[in-house]
T-cell receptor, first 115, second 115 residues
Framework: AQTVTQSQPEMSVQEAETVTLSCTYDTSESDYYLFWYKQPPSRQMILVIRQEAYKQQNATENRFSVNFQKAAKSFSLKISDSQLGDAAMYFCAYRWGGSNYKLTFGKGTLLTVNP | EPEVTQTPSHQVTQMGQEVILRCVPISNHLYFYWYRQILGQKVEFLVSFYNNEISEKSEIFDDQFSVERPDGSNFTLKIRSTKLEDSAMYFC?????????????FGSGTQLSVL
């Protein structure tokens, strides 16, 4: 069974600084996708960034980037130039390529951004 | 951006009662999902639904649960006889084609409290 582990229950960062959130996963599949979702106080789950396992290049979306280490099964999220609006719960998630969007989530990391 | 709408935002029910959680997916989406998050635990997949039938379900989704698309816009999750352990945040989600490279849209959730 696939598992996703986020070892940091809480993280904090100063506004304008950079923070990295950790995620590791376990799978025996070769075709899969990895995601970071943000859950602000509004509770809505918002996709931040997505990585296809077959792509070697790390995904980037503006201030958000990932460090995808396939052999180590690691998928960390880097937030650059942190903003107050980045404060939220961040979930790492895994999806097997043969599944109909059945996501397996980690327990989440609560990010606080200090002014 | 289009949104998935869930109602109500918070529902309280007595143990043993039936409850129906309602969702309005994005209008041109064809794949629908329910996830839940028990307080302090991971977000868990419950079920995916396409073409008026369940396409995938987890071991959590037992006979107490059912899903339905009663008309062209609503997607519902019914719990027949609620238990205390059904207390959780329930998220509805939808995607346009269910394909691997597209975005999954989540609603803001319904907090179900079973007393």
């Amino acid at each position: 069974a696939q598992t996703v582990t986020q070892s940091q229950p809480e993280m904090s960062v100063q506004e304008a600084e950079t923070v990295t959130l950790s995620c590791t996963y376990d799978t025996s599949e070769s075709d899969y996708y990895l995601f970071w979702y943000k859950q602000p106080p509004s509770r809505q789950m918002i996709l931040v960034i997505r990585q296809e396992a077959y792509k070697q290049q790390n995904a980037t979306e503006n201030r958000f980037s990932v460090n995808f280490q396939k052999a180590a099964k690691s998928f960390s999220l880097k937030i650059s130039d942190s903003q107050l609006g980045d404060a939220a719960m961040y979930f790492c998630a895994y999806r097997w390529g043969g599944s109909n969007y059945k996501l397996t989530f980690g327990k989440g990391t609560l990010l606080t951004v200090n002014p | 951006e289009p949104e998935v709408t869930q109602t109500p935002s918070h529902q309280v029910t007595q143990m043993g009662q039936e409850v129906i959680l309602r969702c309005v997916p994005i209008s041109n989406h064809l794949y629908f999902y329910w996830y839940r998050q028990i307080l302090g635990q991971k977000v868990e997949f419950l079920v995916s639904f396409y073409n008026n039938e369940i396409s995938e379900k987890s071991e959590i989704f037992d006979d107490q649960f059912s899903v339905e698309r009663p008309d062209g816009s609503n997607f519902t999750l019914k719990i027949r006889s609620t238990k205390l352990e059904d207390s959780a945040m329930y998220f509805c989600a939808s995607s346009e084609r269910g394909s691997t490279n597209e975005k999954l849209f989540f609603g803001s959730g319904t907090q179900l409290s079973v007393l």
